[in-house]
């Protein structure tokens, strides 16, 4: 048997054009070596190809491949090609970084990516050629989100469907849990997971995530296998005489998963009771659908169960897990496409008498595919976001997902009725029970979204605007009233459902089939929101009305906060205006010191301008008025709580204190004046009162130059002070001059400033003195520079520009001495 080996090798050499001749293993060949492995060859050839030939001809050489090779030679190359393509599940390898990967930056190596991997491209057909043949393939448990892989790691087999008799726990001694998936799982696995486990590249960080390869693949994927229109996926086609290309997998349906309660496939009903397997031929396409939405659902969403979410509550909890602001963009994009999914059926199709009726298996997907397999998920998912996101600009990622989930009328196909006014759209009263039976997701993500609110900063236009968004949603006309209903279907007295209470707020089973075993329509719906608040928050949950008085102080505190927010905005805004037009001319050639004692901390504000300013007003004006629409605010209510903010500007237009009390020690500051100073919008007025000649050096000065500069004006004045003391003392105008450059000006009258009462005056007085550290400012030299550039265009020397300067700034010093000098007459 060692003859011939020589052989095969010379005929897979041989063959090593197989791109170029379609290569088939002959039937005798197998038969005489049966220890010879075919496709390890075929595995090294492409292993090779990878790495000496450019993608596009490794892209045609793979469709070639897929074509010319049956399955039982493509298997083995199988895992090696998916992994080539989504990187390894450690991260370590790229493979061909879609989440970067875009069409203007690269057109042609996305074009080939995308019609390779595209749901009828080449990709799938290979997964539906594996497929025929029930092959299996191990992907490791370790890399599976954390609550199923620690469920699976102490045995217990997670409640969803896509592991059910697919977990291999290994012998005594043995190393690694694997799930034995089919082609199209394991295919989708690295899929999802890639989205999570392939860390960006450097260069990448810019990227717009709509426009990259992964994304649209997302939304392909969505739209093959959950179609919005027709009753029936659309077809693959298959080779001549080949398999069929979309087979149902041969292991037997397992138990579905839902939220509360348990059923089996969809497949498995609809195929036992079907008298012929061609009667209806969406039942060989919706397991492909089944199992997409559940690899999605798990690998993006199930990273938190209701147990780890309740340890997360504690402050001194570690994030398991973060996502990504573009994890989420993508988890938004298939969150709205599960609205048109699932808004796409008939209207007689959606009413619970069409449960009874014989339905296709993707119309009763289309109805269960945001309850049974989103919801719960996706809660906890956001109550995780919402805890944990910063506080910064990006949570508008995380605040539009939650809000594309809140409004799956958008995503009808009917249009909203129109308001009176041609603006607001009323809410039909067909999603009523939308809103029931999401409760939670529309009450208590709106207090989590308070807590936040209450701790930025609404000066900024970003988080200006993302409160006018929740407050511009919630506030559509019917959608409050909806809420309320629910609030009181929720809290009405469990006696009067006492005698129904066991049959869904006890521990669920798995028994039973998804289709065969669907629950009777409810009438009470009492009942149904009693069950999705337990099922989410488990039955000891303690339920904080959303119009109730503890959020409705919230909401008061919020409205106190725009106010104030819209006050100091315009306080910016009236400053940065006045600062500019008060500025003296010669400040900007550097001979006047610039203002270090702003009120106000520096915001984006100020490096968007006016337009930002406008724009920040605009949001908090409209957004305090859905506030007041939604809660019922009056306009007398917010004056009262507008003064008891204090709010009001004083006589001088300025803002008062930040809010404080008056201790022993002075003042202590309120949990609301903290506040106010961290988010910039109450500031003490503070200013150096110190020697003008130590302050500390600032950005615009040249830090070398101003301390040779303290030197030299040091020197002078302590050589000269007696002669500077006796020219100032001279009551004419020499004494004056002298006075207005050598003296501080106010020196004697600046006063401590406190708080609190009237504070010292300062007990040491200057001498005049000469200060030179004007000299060292980057604008004065700067200035000076300019000057000199525009003197010598004039063809003017740099003797005659010297005197020209030092005559003009003499006749300038002149005229302001005479001028401050009657101004001190007046004063007397």
Not at 107 to 133: C, H, N, R, T, W
Not at 510 to 527: H, I, M, N
Request: hydrophobic share 40%.
């Amino acid at each position: 048997m060692v003859a011939p080996v020589p052989e095969d090798e010379e005929r897979c050499r041989r063959h090593s054009g197989f791109l170029r001749r379609p290569f088939s293993t002959p039937p005798e060949a197998t038969m005489a070596f049966p220890h010879l492995q075919q496709p390890s060859f075929l595995l090294a050839s492409l292993k090779a190809d990878a790495i000496n030939k450019p993608f596009a001809q490794r892209c045609q050489d793979l469709v070639k491949v897929i074509e010319d090779f049956p399955a039982k030679e493509l298997h083995a190359i199988f895992p090696w090609l998916v992994e080539s393509i989504f990187g390894s599940l450690d991260g370590v390898l790229i493979g061909w970084n879609l989440r970067s990967l875009q069409g203007r930056v690269s057109p042609v190596e996305y074009s080939i990516a995308m019609e390779f991997l595209d749901p009828g491209g080449p990709m799938m057909k290979l997964v539906y050629k594996l497929q025929a043949e029930d092959y299996k393939f191990d992907f490791p448990v370790s890399y599976l989100p954390g609550p199923v892989k620690a469920s699976i790691q102490e045995h217990v087999v997670p409640d969803s469907p896509l592991y059910h008799n697919k977990v291999q726990f290994p012998p005594t001694g043995g190393l690694g849990l694997n799930l034995a998936l089919n082609p199209f799982e394991y295919y989708m696995f690295f899929f999802a997971l890639s989205l999570i486990t392939q860390k960006p590249l450097p260069g990448a960080l810019h990227v717009r995530t709509s426009d990259c390869a992964y994304f649209i693949l997302v939304d392909r994927y969505l739209s093959w296998f959950l179609p919005t229109e027709g009753s029936v996926l659309p077809p693959l086609s298959s080779s001549p005489g080949g398999p069929s290309p979309s087979p149902a997998p041969r292991t037997p349906a397992m138990p579905f998963a839902s939220y509360g309660l348990h059923h089996t496939s969809l497949l498995k009903r609809h195929i036992s009771h079907q008298t012929s397997v061609n009667a209806d031929p969406a039942s060989h396409e919706i397991w492909r659908s089944e199992t997409l939405l559940q690899v999605f659902v798990e690998m993006w969403l199930h990273h938190y169960s209701l147990e780890m979410y309740q340890k997360m509550q504690s402050p001194h909890a570690k994030e398991s897990f973060t996502p990504t602001e573009e994890h989420v963009l993508v988890v938004r994009l298939l969150i709205k496409h599960l609205h048109a999914f699932s808004n796409s059926l008939k209207p007689e199709q959606v009413s619970p008498s069409a449960h009874s009726h014989a339905t296709s298996p993707l119309e009763e997907f289309k109805r269960a595919a945001v309850p049974r397999f989103v919801q719960q998920k996706l809660y906890l998912f956001l109550q995780h976001c919402f805890g944990h996101w910063p506080l910064d600009a990006s949570f508008r990622a995380v605040l539009e997902m939650w809000l594309s989930y809140l409004q799956p009328w958008r995503y009808a196909p009917e249009k909203q009725p129109q308001g009176s006014d041609g603006q607001a759209r009323c809410v039909s009263e067909r999603w009523a029970p939308f809103v029931q039976e999401n409760l939670l997701l529309y009450t208590k993500l709106f207090v989590g979204f308070l807590s936040r609110a209450l701790r930025t900063d609404l000066v900024s236009p970003k988080n200006a605007l993302m409160v006018f968004r929740v407050a511009k949603v919630f506030a559509q006309p019917n959608l409050a009233e909806m809420i309320q209903k629910g609030e009181q279907l929720f809290l009405e007295p469990e006696l009067v459902i006492a005698h129904r209470q066991h049959r869904l707020f006890s521990a669920p089973t798995l028994t039973g089939s998804f289709l065969s075993s669907w629950p009777p329509a409810v009438t009470d719906t009492s009942f149904k929101v009693k069950s999705h608040v337990y099922s989410l928050e488990g039955q000891d949950c303690k339920y904080t009305p959303m119009f109730g008085p503890e959020v409705r102080t919230l909401v008061l505190r919020l409205a106190q906060l725009i106010t104030q927010a819209k006050q100091t905005a315009k306080s910016i805004s009236d400053q940065c205006g006045e600062s500019t037009a008060s500025r003296p001319f010669l400040s900007w050639l550097g001979f006047c010191l610039s203002d270090t004692n702003s009120s106000y901390p520096a915001n984006d504000l100020d490096d968007m301008g006016q337009d930002s300013i406008r724009k920040t007003d605009e949001y908090l004006e409209k957004a305090l008025e859905y506030l007041c629409q939604m809660f019922r605010l009056s306009e007398a209510q917010l004056a009262q709580l507008t003064l008891a903010m204090g709010t009001t500007q004083d006589e001088n237009g300025k803002k008062q204190l930040p809010d404080c009390i008056v201790g022993e020690d002075g003042l202590i500051l309120t949990p609301l004046g903290r506040y106010q100073i961290i988010n910039g919008l109450r500031k003490f007025d503070i200013e150096y009162q110190g020697d003008s000649e130590l302050q500390p050096i600032r950005s615009y000065e040249i830090a070398s130059l101003v301390r040779l500069l303290f030197r030299l004006s040091s020197t002078v004045n302590h050589r000269f002070a007696g002669q500077m003391r006796a020219l100032c003392s001279r009551a004419d105008f020499l004494g004056s001059f002298c006075r207005y450059h050598l003296m501080e000006p106010g020196l004697t009258d600046k006063h401590l400033l406190s708080p609190v009462g009237q504070g010292r005056v300062a007990s040491r007085a200057r001498g005049p003195r000469l200060s030179l550290r004007f000299l060292g400012s980057y604008r004065t030299l700067l200035s000076l520079l300019l000057a000199f550039f525009v003197a010598s265009l004039f063809r003017i020397g740099p003797l005659p520009f010297a005197l020209l300067l030092v005559l003009g700034y003499f006749l300038y010093a002149a005229a302001m001495t005479l001028l401050t000098e009657q101004g001190k007459l007046h004063q007397l």
